[in-house]
């Protein structure tokens, strides 16, 4: 008697789950599309390809790069997909940043478990940089 009576709850909260994954879904991804379509144009990115015989570096209009993410992502992958190098051909063009202390331009979490923007050559990390001049404005 009570696993008879079990079963039609255990059922209605699966039907509720599903439910609820599915308008999850659907919220996150209509989310996602509208981001990238009301992304305005003319914040740049930069992007390194990461073939050691190429290393070109180039700048990437951030909604470009985004909508080549998307265009190219594995679905069973979670890493991000390298872009198209104009130079060498390879996908291995990565997002980037330019040390706005020496200038280098290197690929993001070149220095590992830190900021991504954590520069290999002089240290110098831009977020640290906002992180810290927010705290001493907060003081
Ligand atoms: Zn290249
Ligand atoms: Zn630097």
Same mark, same amino acid.
Not at 17 to 41: H, P
Not at 98 to 115: A, M, N, S, W, Y
């Given at each position: 008697m009570e696993d008879s009576k079990k079963k039609p709850i255990m059922i209605g909260v699966i039907v509720i789950?599903?439910?609820?994954?599915?308008?999850?879904?659907?919220?996150?991804?209509?989310?996602?599309?509208? %981001?990238?379509?009301?992304?305005?144009?003319g914040v740049m990115y930069w992007v390194k390809c990461n073939n050691p015989d190429c290393e070109h570096t180039w700048e990437m209009d951030r909604k470009d790069y985004f909508q080549y993410l998307k265009d190219h992502q594995d679905p069973m992958s979670m890493a991000a997909p %390298?872009?198209?190098c104009d130079e060498c051909g390879e996908e291995s063009g990565f997002r980037a940043e330019?040390?706005?202390?020496?200038?280098?331009?290197?690929?993001?979490?070149?220095?590992?478990?830190?900021?991504a923007d954590r520069c290999p050559d002089c240290s110098h990390s831009k977020t640290e940089r906002l992180r810290k001049e927010a705290r001493t404005r907060q003081d």
């Open positions: 789950c599903l439910v609820l994954a599915g308008v999850i879904t659907f919220a996150t991804r209509s989310r996602d599309s509208g %981001g990238l379509e009301s992304l305005e144009r %390298g872009i198209a330019k040390c706005e202390q020496c200038e280098l331009i290197f690929t993001r979490g070149t220095v590992p478990h830190d900021f």
